[in-house]
């Protein structure tokens, strides 16, 4: 038998823990080698059973590994899926598997509920490339351009834009302000790539994902050499000439229906590692070439700090009021022009 400590008592693998867990190991055995299970159950079943003690539910972003993403979260999906579920959910304690700005965007859209986040240094390097007096700044230097501002921003990067938007939506808040130039912020990449599909001029800002800025575009043309027929799809937060080599560019649920919808014999997901994992556990029949680059503040996240975290109801995510206030207002807006009620 294996036994772990935890932060309470010891955990162990034992015939019962492998009997209520056998259900999700099927699920991902393809992507979790059966030695690692024994370390990944017990906290699993754990986990499971103190979510219902706390009235908790777990949402999980696309880039968590496959035991988070398949073994334990209600709800998962990309930015703005987590956004919107977490202002439906009605569980009185959200544990937020992404990073901070997701945490914070769940309080400002529900500030009533407890939200935790299981790792308070799960940042991102987009959120942290810009303050709100340069926000300020900007807005003197382009008066009367909106701020449109992409969620991966602190709640008071929010509080101080007109509207956000995420990958998957990008293009269309852009376009439903009805202005003839907005300053966008703060994803240079992405930004340029909404440049690239509309009229609207716009006014960028330098910030960039530290995972996505690494690929290269003359290593996407390689795997093309070496692996005849094979599909490339890419999230917006890459480079130019990177989304130039793709077959498919879109959020990271994007690249998850494109896949579904495609069914390609050979696929590259160009954004995090766990991507891939995450989608090949439905889709066997798909070979998934893996270029892994890792996001260290996703990759905060684990197993034991979550249920550390469902233990001493830590780490609590606050926002303060006035900036929740005029937060919610911009991440509104946004969910509003989804729902097709304009902006
Ligand atoms: P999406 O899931 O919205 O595509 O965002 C990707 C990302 O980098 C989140 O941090
Ligand atoms: Fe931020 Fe990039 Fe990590 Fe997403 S993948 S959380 S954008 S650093």
């Given at each position: 038998?294996?036994?772990?400590?935890?932060?309470r008592?010891?955990?162990?693998?034992?015939?019962?823990?492998?009997?209520?867990?056998?259900?999700?190991?099927?699920r991902?055995?393809?992507?979790?080698p059966?030695?690692?299970?024994?370390?990944?159950?017990?906290?699993?079943?754990?986990?499971?059973?103190?979510k219902?003690?706390?009235?908790?539910?777990?949402?999980?972003?696309?880039?968590?590994?496959?035991e988070?993403?398949h073994?334990?979260?209600?709800?998962?999906?990309?930015?703005?899926?987590?956004?919107?579920q977490?202002?439906?959910?009605?569980?009185?304690?959200i544990?937020?598997?992404?990073?901070h700005?997701?945490?914070?965007?769940?309080?400002?859209?529900?500030?009533?509920?407890?939200?935790?986040?299981?790792?308070?240094?799960?940042?991102?390097?987009?959120?942290?490339?810009i303050?709100?007096?340069?926000?300020?700044?900007?807005?003197?230097r382009?008066?009367?351009?909106?701020?449109?501002?992409?969620?991966?921003?602190?709640?008071?990067?929010k509080?101080?834009?007109?509207?956000?938007?995420?990958?998957?939506?990008?293009?269309?808040?852009?376009e439903?302000?009805?202005?003839?130039?907005?300053?966008?912020?703060?994803?240079?990449?992405?930004?340029?790539?909404?440049?690239?599909?509309?009229?609207?001029?716009i006014?960028?800002?330098?910030?960039?994902?530290?995972?996505?800025?690494?690929?290269?575009?003359?290593?996407?043309?390689?795997?093309?050499?070496?692996?005849?027929?094979?599909?490339?799809?890419?999230?917006?937060?890459?480079?130019?000439?990177?989304?130039?080599?793709?077959?498919?560019?879109?959020?990271?649920?994007?690249?998850?229906?494109?896949?579904?919808?495609?069914?390609?014999?050979?696929?590259?997901?160009?954004?995090?590692?766990?991507?891939?994992?995450?989608?090949?556990?439905?889709?066997?029949?798909?070979?998934?070439?893996r270029?892994?680059?890792?996001?260290?503040?996703?990759?905060?996240?684990?197993?034991?700090?979550?249920?550390?975290?469902?233990?001493?109801?830590?780490?609590?995510?606050?926002?303060?009021?006035?900036?929740a206030?005029?937060a919610?207002?911009?991440?509104?807006?946004?969910?509003?022009?989804?729902?097709?009620?304009?902006?």
């Open positions: 038998m294996t036994t772990f400590e935890t932060s008592a010891t955990l162990e693998y034992t015939p019962a823990v492998a009997a209520a867990t056998a259900e999700v190991y099927e991902v055995r393809a992507v979790v059966p030695l690692e299970w024994p370390v990944h159950a017990p906290y699993i079943d754990a986990i499971q059973r103190l219902k003690t706390r009235g908790a539910v777990v949402l999980a972003h696309n880039y968590q590994t496959p988070i993403f073994g334990l979260a209600d709800l998962s999906g990309d930015s703005l899926a987590l956004a919107q977490a202002a439906e959910t009605d569980a009185d304690v544990v937020m598997c992404g990073v700005f997701m945490a914070e965007t769940a309080k400002i859209l529900s500030p009533e509920k407890t939200v935790l986040i299981p790792d308070l240094e799960a940042g991102c390097s987009l959120a942290s490339s303050t709100a007096a340069d926000v300020r700044l900007l807005r003197e382009y008066p009367g351009a909106p701020v449109v501002t992409y969620v991966n921003t602190s709640a008071e990067i509080a101080e834009s007109d509207i956000c938007c995420t990958s998957s939506n990008a293009v269309e808040i852009v439903s302000l009805g202005a003839g130039r907005v300053i966008f912020l703060p994803d240079e990449f992405l930004g340029r790539y909404v440049a690239g599909r509309t009229a609207v001029e006014i960028l800002w330098h910030g960039h994902c530290e995972v996505h800025e690494r690929f290269r575009a003359e290593d996407l043309r390689a795997y093309r050499e070496s692996y005849p027929g094979i599909q490339i799809f890419a999230h917006p937060e890459c480079p130019p000439d990177v989304l130039a080599e793709a077959d498919y560019v879109g959020s990271t649920s994007g690249l998850i229906r494109h896949v579904e919808a495609t069914r390609p014999e050979r696929v590259m997901l160009v954004t995090e590692c766990s991507m891939s994992d995450n989608v090949a556990v439905a889709h066997p029949e798909v070979e998934f070439i270029p892994c680059e890792l996001c260290p503040h996703m990759k905060q996240i684990t197993l034991p700090k979550i249920l550390r975290s469902l233990e001493q109801m830590q780490h609590e995510v606050t926002v303060a009021p006035d900036v206030d005029r919610r207002l911009a991440v509104e807006r946004m969910l509003a022009v989804g729902r097709g009620a304009g902006g």
